[in-house]
Every structure is written in structure tokens, then in C-alpha cells.
């Protein structure tokens, strides 16, 4: 078990990178925003709803942490990081995981839809289509409450050494035989079929990667039939994909891969050693809350390098805070970055509305 301090700078360290995240994701979603929804592409709009669950998942989850649990475990009992009840831990733990399912939902169809768009050519118009948007858009939700909505009426939101979540009360009653569960029996079942899901959803994201990076290679080696002879064949779309899939997969592998160790163990049934559970818990506590900045990087990356590249007198931190829309001294970085929208819109896959076949892959 952790003990005291710890435990605490395990508790700081998540407020921070979930004080982080909730920025991140924030200024992601206002530069969606500055588009009208009637105008806005339907991955705008799935990126919007990621951004928007991740502000208020990072919030209630990392940055509140234990402030809304009545009680803690282990060694955090009261005091300062204790200020809530059953009805405060069990809206966390609801609110947690809705926005944490419908995250994992709505970033595995994004990808898919990044490689659907290049491998059917699916163009603006398309996409326009209610049936196409339905399909997208309804399964993150319907996934978050199917996944949410149940465990309120087994009582299975209880405080974990974090903040509440699916557990059962007291904490490990399920493995001592002399303390009978008061709340939350089966809960750790729940827990560990939401982390098997999470898995699930980020090899879905992978696999729809290399999917998207093959495809677009596939593109760019049928045009070398139109070479003339001894000209060079030319990857800068595959490279470039490339690279961007590898941003967009790694945004969700790399802050998940502390749980995925968890949930190892627990399909085990072993226990780590005091060394390896503060090393991963402090791994844990460093990478899962930056999951929303490490989405706002994989957006906004691709946007500064096209607007630094246009505008090569500014300098690198002017240019990026151009691109994230940040007003800082100098004339309204906000207006600035709305009237050179133009160099700010290079996603995974392209808005043209010619499926990506244009070479703007990323």
C-alpha cells in the first residue's frame, strides 16, 4: 500500500494533469466552435463531443478526485482531499464513467471514419448524410449510458484510492471473508469488463491506423503509373499519415498502458509488489489524466505546422499561440487565427470533400 505522501503527491499529480487536459480539450473546442453546427464536418463534430467529455470527465474526475468521496482508502481517511457524501461519490463515479466511455467510443469511430473517408472517398456532401451521422454520433452515447446508467442502481460507485469509480465498499470486502460488502458487490466484474472495453476500443484505433496508412500508400503507388521514366517515386502522403496515425494512436495507448498493467493483474488474480505498484501508480498518475491534451496535440500539431510554414517571420511561440486562438499582447491572436483559418485546417483527413483522394491526408 502507498503510504502517506505518496499518496498525496499521487493526488497533485492528477491535478494537475487533469487541470491540463481540461485546458487542452477546452481550447480544441473553441476552435471547433468558431464554425456554426449547421457548417461544421461531422469529425468536428465527434471531436467536439470528445473534447467537451474530456473537460468534464478531467474536471470531476482528476482535478476534484476525493473532495467529492465521503471517505477515502488506505491511508487518506478526512482532512483537506475529504469534502463529499454517498450522493457526491456516486455522481462522480456516474459522471466518470459516462465521459470515459463515451470517449473510448466516439475516438475508435473517429478513426474508423478517418479511414472510411479515404478508402470509400466519401465526400462533404456524404457525410452530410443523417444515416452516416446517426451511425457515427449514437454510439458513443448509447455506449456511456449502457455502460453508466446501470451500476447506479447495484451501488457500485464507491471511493478508490483516486477519486469514485466502480468499486466495491468497503475497499477488497469481496477478499476478506470477515468484512461483508455493504455496497457495490460484483463491482470489480464491471470494472474490469469497462477496462477490457477500453482495450478493445484503443486496438480498434490502431488497427483502423494501419488500415488508413496502407490505403493511402495503396493510393500513391498507383499513380507511379503515370511516372515518366527515371522520375522518382514520391511517399510524402504515406509518410505523413504515417506519422499522424502513429500521434493519433499513441494519444490514447500511451495514457491507458498503466490500466491495461492493472487489468493484467487483476485477470491474474496476482499481486504487485510495493516497488512496482507505486512505479506504476505514479505512472499512472503522470500519463491517464493528459489523455484530452494529448488529443489537442494530434489536432492542433498539423494546424501549426501549416501556419508556421506560412508564416515564417512570426516566431514558433507566436505561431503557436496563434494557432491555438490564445490572446496574448500583440494584436488579438484570436482574430488572427480566425482570418487565417485556411492554414489551420489540416486534419488526420482532409474537409475537401474529395474522400482525401487529393493527397491532404493529414
Known sequence: ?????????????????????????????????????????????????????????????????LWMSGEGIYYIQSGPLIAGDTQTCTAQGFILTFAFT???????????LYYLMVRRGWSKNQLKSNKIRAAFLLPPVIAALLTSVPPLFYQMYNPSL???TLNQYPNNCENIP??????????????RATL????????????FMVLLIFSVYSQEKKSDKYLFKGQEKHRDNTTSTAWQGVRYAGALT?????????????????????????????????????????????????R??????????????RCVSDTLG????????????????????????DDSGDGGRSGHVI
Open 1 to 65: 500500500m502507498p503510504s502517506f505522501p505518496i499518496e498525496t503527491s499521487l493526488h497533485i499529480l492528477l491535478k494537475i494533469g487533469g487541470a491540463i487536459s481540461c485546458i487542452s480539450s477546452f481550447l480544441l473546442a473553441r476552435h471547433i466552435l468558431k464554425k456554426k453546427w449547421a457548417g461544421m464536418s461531422l469529425q468536428s463534430m465527434m471531436l467536439l463531443g470528445i473534447s467537451v467529455m474530456d473537460v468534464i470527465g478531467s474536471f470531476f474526475g482528476y482535478v476534484m478526485g
Open 102 to 112: 463515451y470517449f473510448l467510443t466516439a475516438y475508435a469511430g473517429l478513426g474508423a
Open 162 to 164: 483516486f477519486y469514485c
Open 178 to 191: 470477515d468484512v461483508p460488502c455493504t455496497r457495490g458487490e460484483n463491482a470489480l466484474i464491471v470494472q
Open 196 to 207: 477490457i472495453y477500453a482495450l478493445v476500443c484503443n486496438l480498434v484505433v490502431i488497427v
Open 254 to 302: 500511451i495514457p491507458y498502458l498503466p490500466l491495461y498493467v492493472f487489468l493484467g493483474y487483476m485477470l491474474h488474480h496476482r499481486a504487485m509488489g510495493n516497488g512496482s505498484l507505486v512505479f506504476w501508480l505514479y505512472l499512472n498518475a503522470i500519463l491517464t489524466p493528459l489523455l484530452g491534451f494529448n488529443n489537442a496535440c494530434v489536432y492542433f500539431y498539423p
Open 304 to 317: 501549426y505546422k501549416a501556419y508556421r510554414k506560412s508564416n515564417e517571420d512570426k516566431s514558433k511561440f
Open 326 to 349: 490564445i490572446g496574448l499582447p500583440w494584436k488579438s491572436s484570436w482574430t488572427s487565427g480566425a482570418n487565417s483559418d485556411s492554414n489551420l485546417t489540416e486534419p488526420l483527413v
